[in-house]
């Protein structure tokens, strides 16, 4: 994989590291993962779909947090869609 970001954010105590993976030696269609920290290190909470991502961000309206990622490519056209998900209290779901 070629990480092109990385976003560190907290949910109720919780630590949380999303990675935007850009693309493999393959495809730019690649799963970007979610990292929840255990208290000794990071391991893999969950993976969520993209197209050549370059950036993430956290943020948080009214009490709810989303995450936004920024794809870029998917290997024939730069037209590709971003995404916004929110958090269900167990996962992000795609929310746009």
Known sequence: ???????????D??????????RDV?????DSKIYRWTGT???E????????????????IDGTHYIAV???????????DSKIYHWTGNSFVESQ
Do not use: C, K, L
């Open 1 to 11: 994989m070629r990480a092109r970001d990385w976003e560190y954010f907290e949910i």
């Open 13 to 22: 105590g919780t630590s949380y590291m999303v990675i935007a993976n850009y």
């Open 26 to 30: 393959i495809a730019y269609a690649v």
């Open 41 to 43: 290190s990071f391991t």
């Open 45 to 60: 909470f969950q993976s969520i779909p993209t197209m050549g991502a370059v950036d993430w961000e956290h943020f948080e």
């Open 70 to 80: 920024a794809n870029s490519f998917d290997g024939a056209s730069g037209g590709v």
